[in-house]
């Protein structure tokens, strides 16, 4: 529900290759049910360097960075590295997610 009904996700990797865009919150629900039974390790994705490039009384435009660690039975490990460029709208009250692009710097 952290989505708008209209919502968009993406992913791009070092700008040469691309996952989505999933388009709707229903189909980035799809995508997500389907990832995450194959993943086989504890995902974190940290987040840091927060940046609000615009906001007003009903939308906020947001980067970040991101540090992607794995946990598993092998032990601790960086994945990927990238950023977050999020835009946001104020719906009955609420902040939901319009638009959501992920910048990867490794494939993985």
Known sequence: ECFTENATWQASIMGTSSLGPFNGRIEIMNFMKGFWPNQSDQRRH???NVIVESQSEQSVNVL???VLMSASEQGLKPVTTGFY???MIK???TWKI???LVGFDLAY
């Open 91 to 93: 719906l009955d009250g």
């Open 46 to 48: 940290n987040i840091t």
């Open 64 to 66: 970040a960075y991101l």
């Open 85 to 87: 460029k999020v835009e």
């Open 98 to 100: 319009q638009s959501l």
